[in-house]
T-cell receptor, first 112, second 112 residues
């Protein structure tokens, strides 16, 4: 699975959009980009994933650059409850194990 | 659906003691995983299972054992607990490889 690089921390004002970047310059053609988040002391929570097209669901939007070397997770209207560590993971959709390889992620602090 | 449940929530063990961490899912998922998370770090895979009766080692299996006699349950056994096993343990399940993983609330284990 490709290595991903994320800033260690970011701040965002409540009600504003939070844009979390992720670099995955060595991603291969069959690797998807997944985003999970972990609110303090809880189990990780799936947010969204995509291959090359932009994706949107009820939680967030995922923008993947055309060369697929980077992506951005967008939380359109951040709330205090969005304060969490956000993990960007690049992995094959297939494979034998299916486990996720978590880095250190980005600690997002949403401030009032 | 209760999702993924884990018991106990907290446990303190003395060095050399043994215990079993319980994990149950009610989503009829084939894949189940055990991860551990040390302070300030990402999750690391201990063991995983692709179905009842099938288990395999992950990245950090030493000191642990698992079994999968039913689709629903995936207990993790610690034999001869050591201080290095102090961690938060998360169980997860998914429908298959590439599908989102659902995590339990975690078990916080301290070995002294």
């Amino acid at each position: 699975d490709a290595k991903t690089t994320q800033p260690p921390s970011m701040d965002c004002a409540e009600g504003r959009a939070a844009n979390l970047p992720c670099n995955h310059s060595t991603i291969s053609g069959n690797e998807y980009v997944y985003w999970y988040r972990q609110i303090h002391s809880q189990g990780p929570q799936y947010i969204i994933h995509g291959l090359k097209n932009n994706e949107t669901n009820e939680m967030a939007s995922l923008i993947i650059t055309e060369d697929r070397k980077s992506s951005t997770l967008i939380l359109p209207h951040a709330t205090l409850r969005d304060t969490a560590v956000y993990y960007c993971i690049a992995r094959n959709y297939g494979g034998s194990q299916g486990n996720l390889i978590f880095g250190k992620g980005t600690k997002l602090s949403v401030k009032p | 659906n209760a999702g993924v449940t884990q018991t106990p929530k907290f446990r303190i063990l003395k060095i050399g003691q043994s215990m079993t961490l319980q994990c149950t899912q009610d989503m009829n998922h084939n894949y189940m995983y055990w991860y551990r998370q040390d302070p300030g770090m990402g999750l690391k895979l201990i063991y995983y299972s692709v179905g009842a009766g099938i288990t395999d080692k992950g990245e950090v299996p030493n000191g642990y054992n698992v079994s999968r006699s039913t689709t629903e349950d995936f207990p993790l056994r610690l034999e001869l607990a050591a201080p290095s096993q102090t961690s938060v343990y998360f169980c997860a399940s998914s429908y298959g490889v590439g599908y989102e993983q659902y995590f339990g609330p975690g078990t916080r284990l301290t070995v002294t």
